[in-house]
């Protein structure tokens, strides 16, 4: 039987009488691939920023590799890389010394460190491209060099929000390709948001919608599909969610603070 590596049990996040997120209650196992789906809005940017230790709960609790982000904040973030849905490598800087960075904050022995470089850049066919500036590299090479990066220090958890959010469908079949090889090499547990619904229909061992806040759905890509009675995931999911337009939880430049607030918590 799995080991369950994230375990949420009613978890809320209120802004003064709004709530964000409302009693969510949600587990995933060791090894697996977890899709964490919802429109915009609907509370997967909170969720997420409550995982990763950027933002605290207002109730509710949270075990990440059996740490509580709240009160264990250096041993969750240890426990997990993360790639946001805005680019955040150095452009001036090249491959090599961005995951060259990124290890040294998370305080990867040396020997090891240059190891783990060659290992997953290799992984991510970038070995090759190790000298050039990321400025140089179109935006899959950024992507893939991201998803490297994030697992230079050996995570047990692997977040990604929205990673291929502009990125051409040859990209990003790619993309997941290296990180199915990757969640099978390591046995890393892949923790996805996409809205693209046929990723996740393909990626996905298991999976739950929110909507306003709450979990609204679980399950496997089948069950999902039996329980609304439809022969597609987006199909299930519109049935679920509706087919209104949302607005948007959180903006760029919000996430892009939040992202060096927790990098500057590793110094």
């Known amino acids: 039987m799995s080991s369950i590596i994230i375990d949420v049990n009613q978890l809320t996040k209120k802004f003064k009488e709004f709530s964000a997120v409302d009693h969510v209650s949600f587990q995933v196992n060791s090894g697996e691939i977890f899709a ?3 429109p915009n809005g609907a509370g997967k940017t909170t969720t997420i920023k409550m995982l990763t230790t950027l933002l605290l709960p207002t109730s509710g609790t949270i075990s990440l590799n059996w740490f509580n982000p709240v ?5 969750a973030r240890a426990s997990f890389g993360i790639v946001f849905q805005d680019p955040s490598l150095d452009d001036e800087l090249t491959a090599y010394e961005n995951m060259e960075f990124h290890g040294v904050l998370y ?3 040396q020997s090891l460190r240059k190891q783990r470089i060659e290992e997953l ?3 991510v066919d970038l070995w090759e491209r190790k000298d050039q500036l990321i400025k140089t590299f179109s935006g899959g090479m950024k992507r893939r060099l991201e998803i490297a990066r994030g697992l230079v220090h050996h995570p047990k958890i692997f977040f990604l929000d ?3 959010i502009g990125l051409d469908p040859q990209t990003r079949n790619q993309m997941w390709d290296y990180v199915a090889k990757l969640n099978q090499k390591e046995n890393i547990t892949v923790f996805f948001t996409t809205h693209y619904m046929e990723e996740a229909e393909r990626i996905a061992q298991r999976l739950a919608i929110i909507d306003h806040g709450k979990i609204i759905a679980h399950g496997s890509v089948e069950d999902l599909k039996n329980l609304t009675q439809t022969s597609t995931l987006e199909a299930a999911f519109l049935k ?3 087919k209104a337009i949302r607005e948007e939880e959180a903006n760029p430049s919000e996430q892009m603070r939040l992202h060096r607030q927790m990098w500057r918590g590793r110094k």
Do not use: A, K
């Open 240 to 242: 679920l969610t509706g």
């Open 107 to 109: 305080h990867v022995p």
């Open 71 to 75: 009160t264990q904040q250096d041993q």
């Open 162 to 164: 929205e990673p291929t």
């Open 36 to 38: 964490f789906l919802g």
């Open 121 to 123: 850049l290799n992984i």
